[in-house]
C-alpha cells in the first residue's frame, strides 16, 4: 500500500505540472486553483505547493529551443518512478534549498544524487539530519551573502487558538533582528508596563511585548502609508449594543463580557482589548447602528469604493464572499455587483469583499455574482448562487441566518 500510495504521488506530480504549464495551450492559474479546490476539495495553499514542486522536478520549457531538465533531476527521477513519499521529498528539498550561493553548481548537484540516494534507502528524519551534515561540509565557515539571507527570511503567524493567543515563528535577517533587539532592550524590567507594580515578567515575555510595543508605535505613528483606501490601522467591528455592554461590564462584575470583536484580519479581539487598545489611540473604531450622513451611495459618479463602504463591508461580509473562501477582509478587494462595466453603481448595498483572485475570476465571467437579500451570491454557472457563511460561524449553526439588516 505503501510502494502504490508513492507511485500515485508520482503521477499526480507530473499532472500538476502539465496542468499549471500546459503544454499546447495558456491557461489561468486562478482558474485552475479554483476548479482543484472545488473538484479535489484540497487547500489553496496545498494545491500552490504542489504546483512548485512539480516546476521543479518537471522538465521546463525555455522561450526558445529545446525542452530544459528539470532544477532537480535526481529527485525527478525517483519521484516519478514512485519510490519516494512526500516527507522524503520536503526532507530532500530542504536540504538543498539551505545550500548558499557560493556553493558551485556541481557540488550542488552531487549532493542532490547523494541525499535522494540516502532517500531511497532510510527514513525522512534521517535524510534531513544527512542533509544538514553535508551543508556544513560544502560551507565550513557558515558563509551567506545577503541574497541567501533573503532567501530564507519569512515569519509565520499561526492560526488563533480557542484562548486567542497565536504561535508566531519564522527567521529574521540581521536588519530585522537589529530592530528587534533595539525595542526589546527598551522593554527592560520595570518599563513599558500598565502600572507601578513589580515586574514579574519572564525574558520571553518581555520580548512578546516588545514587539507588541513595536507594531503599535508604527501604526500610531501614522507613516505605514494606505492600505486600500484606508490608513494601515487596526479595523475592528462589533455592535454599539456589545460595545456598551462591555463598557458596563469592565467596571461591574456583575454584568457579563459579551463576545469578542472581529479584527480585519478574521481574528477574535476580546473586548476588554478593544477598549484599550480604543482609549490609548485613534483607531478606526468600526461600531455600525445605522447609516451615517456619510456619504455611502455614490452611484456612477466614483468607481473607487470609499473608505466608510469599505468599512461596511467588513462589517457586513468580514472576508471574501465566495463560498468556501477565508481571505479576511484585510486581503480582499471591493466587488461590484453588477459589475461596473455592467453599469453597476458605487453605492454601499451594491459593493461586497472579494479576495483578489476571486474577484479578477469575476471579472473576466469565469464566475458570476449577483445580490441575494443584501448578500452576495457566486455561481459558476453550473447552479444557483450561493452564499459564504464560512465568515459569520453563527450562520453556519443556526441553519437560517436572518437576513442581514435583522442580524445587525
Not at 114 to 129: F, N, P, S, Y
Not at 169 to 180: C, E, I, N, S, V
Not at 255 to 270: D, E, F, I, V
Amino acid at each position: 500500500m505503501e510502494a502504490q500510495e508513492r507511485t500515485n504521488r508520482g503521477l499526480m506530480y507530473r499532472f500538476f505540472g502539465e496542468i499549471a504549464d500546459p503544454p499546447d495551450e495558456s491557461g489561468s492559474t486562478a482558474a485552475v486553483r479554483s476548479a482543484l479546490w472545488a473538484r479535489l476539495r484540497i487547500t489553496p495553499n496545498e494545491i500552490t505547493r504542489r504546483f512548485k514542486l512539480a516546476a521543479r522536478i518537471r522538465p521546463r520549457r525555455s522561450l526558445t529551443g529545446p525542452p530544459l531538465p528539470p532544477e532537480l533531476p535526481e529527485l525527478a527521477g525517483v519521484v516519478e518512478a514512485g519510490a519516494l513519499g512526500d516527507d522524503h521529498i520536503r526532507a530532500v528539498c530542504r536540504a538543498i534549498d539551505v545550500l548558499p550561493a557560493r556553493v558551485s553548481p556541481t557540488d550542488v548537484t552531487t549532493a542532490e544524487r547523494k541525499l535522494v540516494e540516502q532517500a531511497t534507502r532510510v527514513d525522512a528524519g534521517i535524510v534531513a539530519k544527512v542533509g544538514q551534515r553535508i551543508a556544513d561540509y560544502l560551507n565550513p565557515d557558515g558563509l551567506f551573502s545577503d541574497d541567501d539571507r533573503a532567501r530564507r527570511r519569512g515569519v509565520q503567524l499561526g492560526p488563533q487558538g480557542p484562548d486567542g493567543m497565536s504561535r508566531l515563528t519564522g527567521l529574521l535577517d540581521p536588519q530585522a533582528r537589529a530592530y528587534f533587539e533595539a525595542i526589546a532592550a527598551a522593554v527592560r524590567p520595570g518599563r513599558h508596563q500598565p502600572d507601578e507594580a513589580r515586574d514579574e515578567r519572564s525574558p520571553a515575555q518581555r520580548c512578546h511585548d516588545a514587539l507588541k510595543l513595536g507594531l503599535q508605535t508604527a501604526i500610531a505613528s501614522g507613516g505605514l502609508g494606505v492600505h486600500r483606501g484606508h490608513p494601515v490601522t487596526v479595523v475592528l467591528t462589533t455592535t454599539l449594543a456589545e460595545l456598551d455592554q462591555a463598557s458596563h461590564a469592565v467596571i461591574d462584575a456583575s454584568t457579563p463580557m459579551p463576545a469578542a470583536a472581529r479584527t480585519g484580519g478574521g481574528s477574535r479581539l476580546p473586548m476588554r482589548d478593544l477598549i484599550a487598545m480604543a482609549a490609548r489611540a485613534i483607531h478606526y473604531l468600526a461600531v455600525f447602528d445605522e447609516h451615517t450622513e456619510r456619504p455611502l451611495y455614490l452611484g456612477r459618479q466614483k468607481r473607487v469604493a470609499t473608505a466608510d463602504q469599505r468599512l461596511i463591508c467588513y462589517a457586513r461580509d468580514r472576508g471574501c464572499t465566495r463560498p468556501g473562501c477565508l481571505e479576511s477582509g484585510y486581503r480582499c478587494e471591493v466587488h461590484h455587483a453588477p459589475d461596473w462595466a455592467l453599469g453597476g453603481s458605487t453605492d454601499a448595498d451594491k459593493l461586497f469583499f472579494a479576495c483578489s483572485a476571486d474577484h479578477a475570476m469575476a471579472s473576466r465571467g469565469e464566475l458570476r455574482t449577483r445580490v441575494i437579500d443584501g448578500r452576495l451570491g457566486w455561481t459558476d454557472g453550473t447552479g444557483p448562487p450561493e452564499i459564504n457563511h464560512a465568515h459569520h460561524p453563527d450562520e453556519l449553526l443556526r441553519g437560517d441566518p436572518d437576513p442581514p439588516e435583522q442580524a445587525a
